[in-house]
């Protein structure tokens, strides 16, 4: 009879023989990793990963795929990776030579060559170009793909890095411009900066010329917080869901804002938007959870409190983005899953309403503005529509036109990645375990015979809301061989506001994992597929669903891939960012709440002898956010235990899959061959 070693388990979650897999440089463990990923390629990284690796690079590769754009003044800039380019060239144009079919485009900085010159292995974390003059940048360069960066100040004249300049060592933070000469760094680069979770803890004045270690604070947090005209905003996060806002200037702050702390607002000049996550009584006035409420800032500091209700949400009418533009507050909504877009005009003595009807409302549908700097907004917005089977449309609307709004300007149709051909979308309802009706869309073909191979994902969490969208990878991996695709709206995320995400977080999320084994489920009452045609991947909070589909739902799928995962829930808070979401999870130092916690903490709940499907698990040594001892131990103690669990671990990545397009598409790639293979896809036509 084998001996299982069952440790760490729910009655002794502390003892734990896999620690030694926290140490993310120890010999022992990248050993470990090595010889394990080398396991995995040698199962599923044969002919048909390499196929598939190859048609995924060369989509991700495209040259007539559609440039994601910012505008700048005159300039647009786009960040751009190709088969050349495999780290990638950040470049500008202008729109007339963009709305051309062949745009050409100036080079700014050449980011495999800046990799070579350096010896560094740098990926691109973005830019942000001094919005007075517009002749310098610091750009963000992540070592592997971490949520550190290094700042870099570079000349947008001379095209190259300004030596002496504002340059950062690698820390979590951002950077604010003041003026030319004058940064705000709320970058942990110092002893003391950070929380405890890794995040910065200060705002400095940073003169040029002077050190930034000695550059004054003018804003300071609680170390246990998790991370703020000449008007400045100072925003503390004491904890993931709650905001602490002051205003001031570059002395520091000066006024604490009078509004609930777990409230999300943001403000143009003197108008802010505000979104109470609960209900808030103010000024005579109760106003309902995820209303949206109009303040003059100034009125509202001077203790006049005369709001305006803009748009109030119900059961399935959310809100979901709020944008400033031009002085205007745009929103987007959705309607059972429908968007919506308004905009509206503020005034003291009431703000004016305008439905944006000529934005698309089918599909899946994002606006964001054409202009980088909020303060040079001139009523430009930019919109990508798309569906599972439609790829994206871009499209330039002006919404400073006189009523009715003009038509969309289409500005570029993403090309087609995988054949459509009978493919249909349709949008159904499982019934969870508490009777919660929970939607999910599924892409496939209009008939079949009862045991369709199923991609299943679903995120569930932080209030994010997860819509379908075309998906180039599942399209060519899955949907076009045959295949069905299903994304699932399970409770954790904002798809139905603040209800939504509160009833799936803490206590509720073993109600979140319910929701998608129910989805799971109702795709067999169905006569879709079958439980073992079942292949489900998610990824960090979906990661933790998917490991909890193991071991308390085994009998709903064929195999499942568990992608940057929290797992030990026992330790997750002492794991780089982890203390961050206490909020969403629970304190596992608090014994009332590892009540709840061990419910989801796969981890201690794998014991042996149970039906567990196949499963992958896999991570990257550079991801700084979700600790890789995760994904390591949970690999470990299930092979310990005897199930068939891989592993894979690349080398960089940070919490995504690869530093250019052949290391994602090589990601993708193997997870889904595994996927296939382990429901037994592999002679069903995959070609």
């Not at 998790?226 to 996060?237: C, H, K, N, P, Q």
């Amino acid at each position: 009879m084998t001996a299982f070693d069952f440790r760490p388990t729910l009655n002794a979650p502390d003892d734990d023989p896999y620690l030694w897999h926290e140490d993310i440089e120890g010999e022992r463990a990248l050993d470990w990793t090595a010889s394990q990923s080398a396991r995995t390629l040698g199962h599923f990284g044969g002919t048909q990963f390499e196929r598939d690796r190859a048609a995924l690079t060369a989509i991700f590769d495209r040259p007539d795929k559609t440039p994601q754009i910012t505008r700048h003044c005159h300039y647009l800039y786009n960040f751009w990776q190709d088969a050349r380019n495999r780290r990638g060239l950040w470049r500008r144009s202008t729109l007339a030579a963009y709305m051309k079919a062949d745009p050409q485009w100036e080079a700014l900085l050449d980011l495999d060559a800046v990799a070579v010159s350096d010896g560094e292995d740098w990926i691109w974390g973005g830019a942000s170009i001094e919005p007075e003059r517009r002749e310098r940048a610091f750009l963000r360069l992540s070592r592997g793909g971490s949520d550190a960066v290094v700042h870099r100040e570079f000349d947008l004249k001379s095209l190259s890095f300004v030596a002496d300049g504002f340059n950062l060592a690698d820390a979590k933070g951002g950077v604010n411009w003041l003026d030319p000469d004058t940064l705000l760094p709320s970058s942990a680069f110092g002893d003391g900066m950070a929380t405890r979770s890794g995040y910065a803890r200060t705002v400095r004045l940073w003169k040029r010329g002077a050190d930034p270690l000695t550059s004054a604070a003018i804003f300071e947090a609680d170390s246990e917080s998790l991370g703020g005209s000449e008007r400045l905003w100072f925003i503390a996060t004491p904890a993931f869901f709650e905001m602490i806002g002051h205003t001031g200037d570059r002395s520091g702050p000066k006024i604490q804002s009078d509004l609930p702390r777990d409230a999300r607002w943001n403000g143009f000049g003197d108008w802010l938007r505000v979104r109470p996550r609960k209900p808030w009584t103010v000024g005579g006035a109760t106003h309902a959870a995820d209303a949206l409420i109009g303040i003059s800032l100034s009125s509202f500091i001077a203790g006049e409190h005369s709001l305006a209700a803009l748009f109030e949400s119900g059961d399935r009418r959310s809100l979901q983005s709020f944008i400033w533009n031009d002085g205007k507050l745009i929103i987007s909504h959705l309607v059972n899953l429908v968007p919506h877009f308004e905009m509206f005009t503020p005034s003291r003595q009431e703000w004016t309403r305008r439905a944006l009807d000529t934005v698309p409302a089918e599909g899946t549908v994002h606006l964001w503005s054409f202009d980088a700097e909020r303060h040079q907004t001139n009523g430009e917005v930019l919109v990508s529509a798309q569906d599972p089977i439609t790829p994206p449309q871009h499209f330039l609307i002006d919404l400073n036109t006189a009523p009715p709004l003009s038509a969309p300007v289409i500005l570029r149709r993403s090309p087609e990645h995988f054949d459509a051909s009978g493919l249909v979308v349709t949008r159904h309802e499982a019934v969870s375990t508490d009777g919660e009706m929970i939607p999910y869309t599924q892409v496939g073909q209009a008939s079949g015979n009862g045991d369709a191979p199923v991609y299943l994902t679903a995120y569930g969490g932080f209030g994010v809301s997860v819509l379908p969208y075309y998906n180039s990878s599942i399209g060519k991996l899955w949907l076009e061989r045959g295949g069905t695709c299903v994304v699932a709206n399970i409770r954790g995320g904002g798809e139905f506001g603040s209800r939504w995400h509160d009833a799936g977080r803490r206590q509720g999320k073993r109600l979140a994992h319910d929701d998608f084994a129910a989805v799971a489920a109702d795709l067999v009452r169905r006569g879709i597929t079958l439980p073992r045609r079942i292949a489900a991947e998610g990824g960090s909070n979906g990661g933790l669903l998917i490991a909890n589909m193991l071991t308390r739902y085994p009998e709903r799928c064929g195999a499942l891939f568990c992608k940057m995962p929290l797992v030990d829930m026992r330790r997750y808070t002492m794991l780089l960012a982890g203390t961050s979401w206490i909020d969403e999870y629970g304190d596992p130092d608090k014994p009332e709440e590892w009540i709840f916690l061990k419910e989801i903490s796969a981890y201690h709940a794998a014991t042996p002898g149970q039906p567990y499907p196949p499963i992958l698990l896999a991570t990257t040594k550079r991801d700084d956010r979700v600790h890789p001892g995760h994904a390591r131990k949970m690999a470990a103690k299930l092979q310990a235990l005897g199930y068939p669990a891989y592993f894979y671990e690349p080398g960089a990545g940070g919490h995504g899959y690869g530093k250019n397009n052949r290391e994602r598409a090589a990601f993708n790639a193997l997870g889904n061959n595994f996927l296939r293979s382990a429901i037994g896809w592999q002679a069903d036509g995959v070609r």
